[in-house]
């Protein structure tokens, strides 16, 4: 007969907290300082662009669809899938926002683009998932189906109409834009004095508050909103676990086959998402060959950050 062993209550250790607070801290002085540096070279050299608010808003337009897109990537690798496809389904993005937009509205070509992204991503799914399909293989295919379909649809559906033709869109109606006049005219004032990182400072803040796109907002927000679902919830924690020890997460109960099916369907919606932007903020309309190897790029971003949303 063996005797009972007392249980023991986990010990919790602040170590990871405090790593954590750490971390951010550290991030924060980085930030600052590298801004403060670029304020210094500029007061140097007079380059007074160099910090202005429509440096630092083309600099976020130009920044967007990669992060976009390595964002996808990182709701699929964190499931174990690699997405290299992530490139095609920005490419039907860019596509479905154009015709979408064009036809019924910038909401619906936000929509659009989405939903063709997120059948891409759908199509690597069920190819890598549930056939077996070796995932560069897939996302492979993906990328050429993808380039291949959005120039047949372009030349099919956006010849003839006025201001398209068959490599792109007519020009698309703007997405709704958010400005804050009653701080935008004091903030531009500051900048206009040119002190050192005060009006630098400033500049960065007009970005935020003279014609900034809601969906620049929206997708700034997913980060914020993909750090709290994946490492903060059960649903991000049973989606990990299915790319860090799947057999574990089934020997617990855990349909591993769906939770990687929903992982890719997101990344191809996030990357799709990437796409919209691309050519309803970035630029005016759909062109073929429009993405420019972004999703790659993304990709690359996203290892190189370590599979987090903050790097």
């Given at each position: 007969?063996?005797?009972?062993?007392?249980?023991?209550?986990?010990?919790?250790?602040p170590?990871?907290?405090?790593?954590?607070?750490?971390?951010?801290?550290?991030?924060?002085?980085?930030?600052?300082?590298?801004?403060?540096?670029?304020s210094?070279?500029?007061?140097?050299?007079?380059?007074?662009?160099?910090?202005?608010?429509?440096?630092?808003?083309?600099?976020?337009?130009s920044?967007?669809?990669?992060?976009?897109?390595?964002?996808?990537?990182?709701?699929?690798?964190?499931?174990?899938?690699?997405?290299?496809?992530?490139?095609?389904?920005?490419?039907l993005?860019?596509?479905?926002?154009?015709?979408?937009?064009?036809?019924?509205?910038?909401?619906?070509?936000?929509?659009?683009?989405?939903?063709?992204?997120?059948?891409?991503?759908?199509?690597?799914?069920?190819?890598?998932?549930?056939f077996g399909?070796?995932?560069?293989?897939?996302?492979?295919?993906?990328?050429?189906?993808?380039?291949?379909?959005?120039?047949?649809?372009?030349?099919?559906?956006?010849?003839?109409?006025?201001?398209?033709?068959?490599?792109?869109?007519?020009?698309?109606?703007?997405?709704?834009?958010?400005?804050?006049?009653?701080?935008?005219?004091?903030?531009?004032?500051?900048?206009?004095?040119?002190?050192?990182?005060?009006?630098?400072?400033?500049?960065?803040?007009?970005?935020?508050?003279?014609?900034l796109?809601?969906?620049?907002?929206?997708?700034?927000?997913?980060?914020?909103?993909?750090?709290?679902?994946l490492?903060?919830?059960?649903?991000?924690?049973?989606?990990?676990?299915?790319?860090?020890?799947?057999?574990a997460?089934?020997?617990?109960?855990?349909?591993?086959?769906?939770?990687?099916?929903?992982?890719?369907?997101?990344?191809?919606?996030?990357?799709?998402l990437?796409?919209?932007?691309?050519?309803?903020?970035?630029?005016?309309?759909?062109?073929?060959?429009?993405?420019?190897?972004?999703?790659?790029?993304?990709?690359?971003?996203?290892?190189?950050?370590?599979?987090?949303?903050?790097?």
């Amino acid at each position: 007969m063996s005797a009972p062993v007392a249980s023991t209550a986990p010990v919790t250790t602040p170590s990871s907290q405090w790593q954590r607070r750490l971390r951010v801290r550290n991030l924060t002085l980085i930030a600052i300082v590298g801004f403060a540096l670029l304020s210094f070279v500029r007061v140097i050299t007079g380059a007074q662009e160099l910090t202005s608010a429509g440096t630092i808003q083309a600099a976020l337009t130009s920044s967007i669809p990669i992060a976009m897109a390595g964002l996808g990537g990182l709701w699929s690798e964190r499931a174990g899938i690699v997405n290299i496809g992530l490139e095609g389904m920005m490419i039907l993005g860019t596509f479905g926002a154009g015709y979408f937009g064009y036809h019924y509205g910038s909401i619906a070509g936000i929509l659009g683009a989405i939903v063709l992204g997120m059948i891409g991503g759908l199509l690597h799914g069920i190819a890598t998932v549930y056939f077996g399909v070796d995932h560069i293989v897939s996302g492979v295919a993906i990328n050429i189906i993808a380039l291949g379909a959005a120039g047949f649809l372009a030349e099919t559906y956006f010849t003839g109409l006025e201001g398209g033709g068959p490599t792109q869109s007519p020009p698309l109606p703007a997405p709704m834009t958010i400005n804050v006049d009653f701080l935008d005219n004091p903030l531009a004032s500051i900048e206009a004095k040119q002190w050192f990182f005060v009006s630098d400072f400033a500049g960065l803040l007009r970005v935020f508050v003279n014609d900034l796109p809601v969906l620049t907002i929206l997708c700034l927000a997913l980060f914020v909103l993909t750090f709290w679902v994946l490492w903060r919830t059960k649903f991000g924690l049973r989606l990990r676990s299915c790319g860090e020890e799947p057999a574990a997460a089934e020997s617990l109960g855990v349909n591993v086959y769906n939770y990687k099916m929903i992982a890719v369907v997101i990344s191809g919606g996030l990357s799709g998402l990437g796409g919209a932007f691309l050519a309803m903020v970035a630029s005016s309309g759909f062109q073929v060959g429009q993405t420019g190897g972004r999703g790659y790029i993304g990709l690359a971003a996203m290892i190189f950050g370590n599979w987090r949303p903050g790097g």
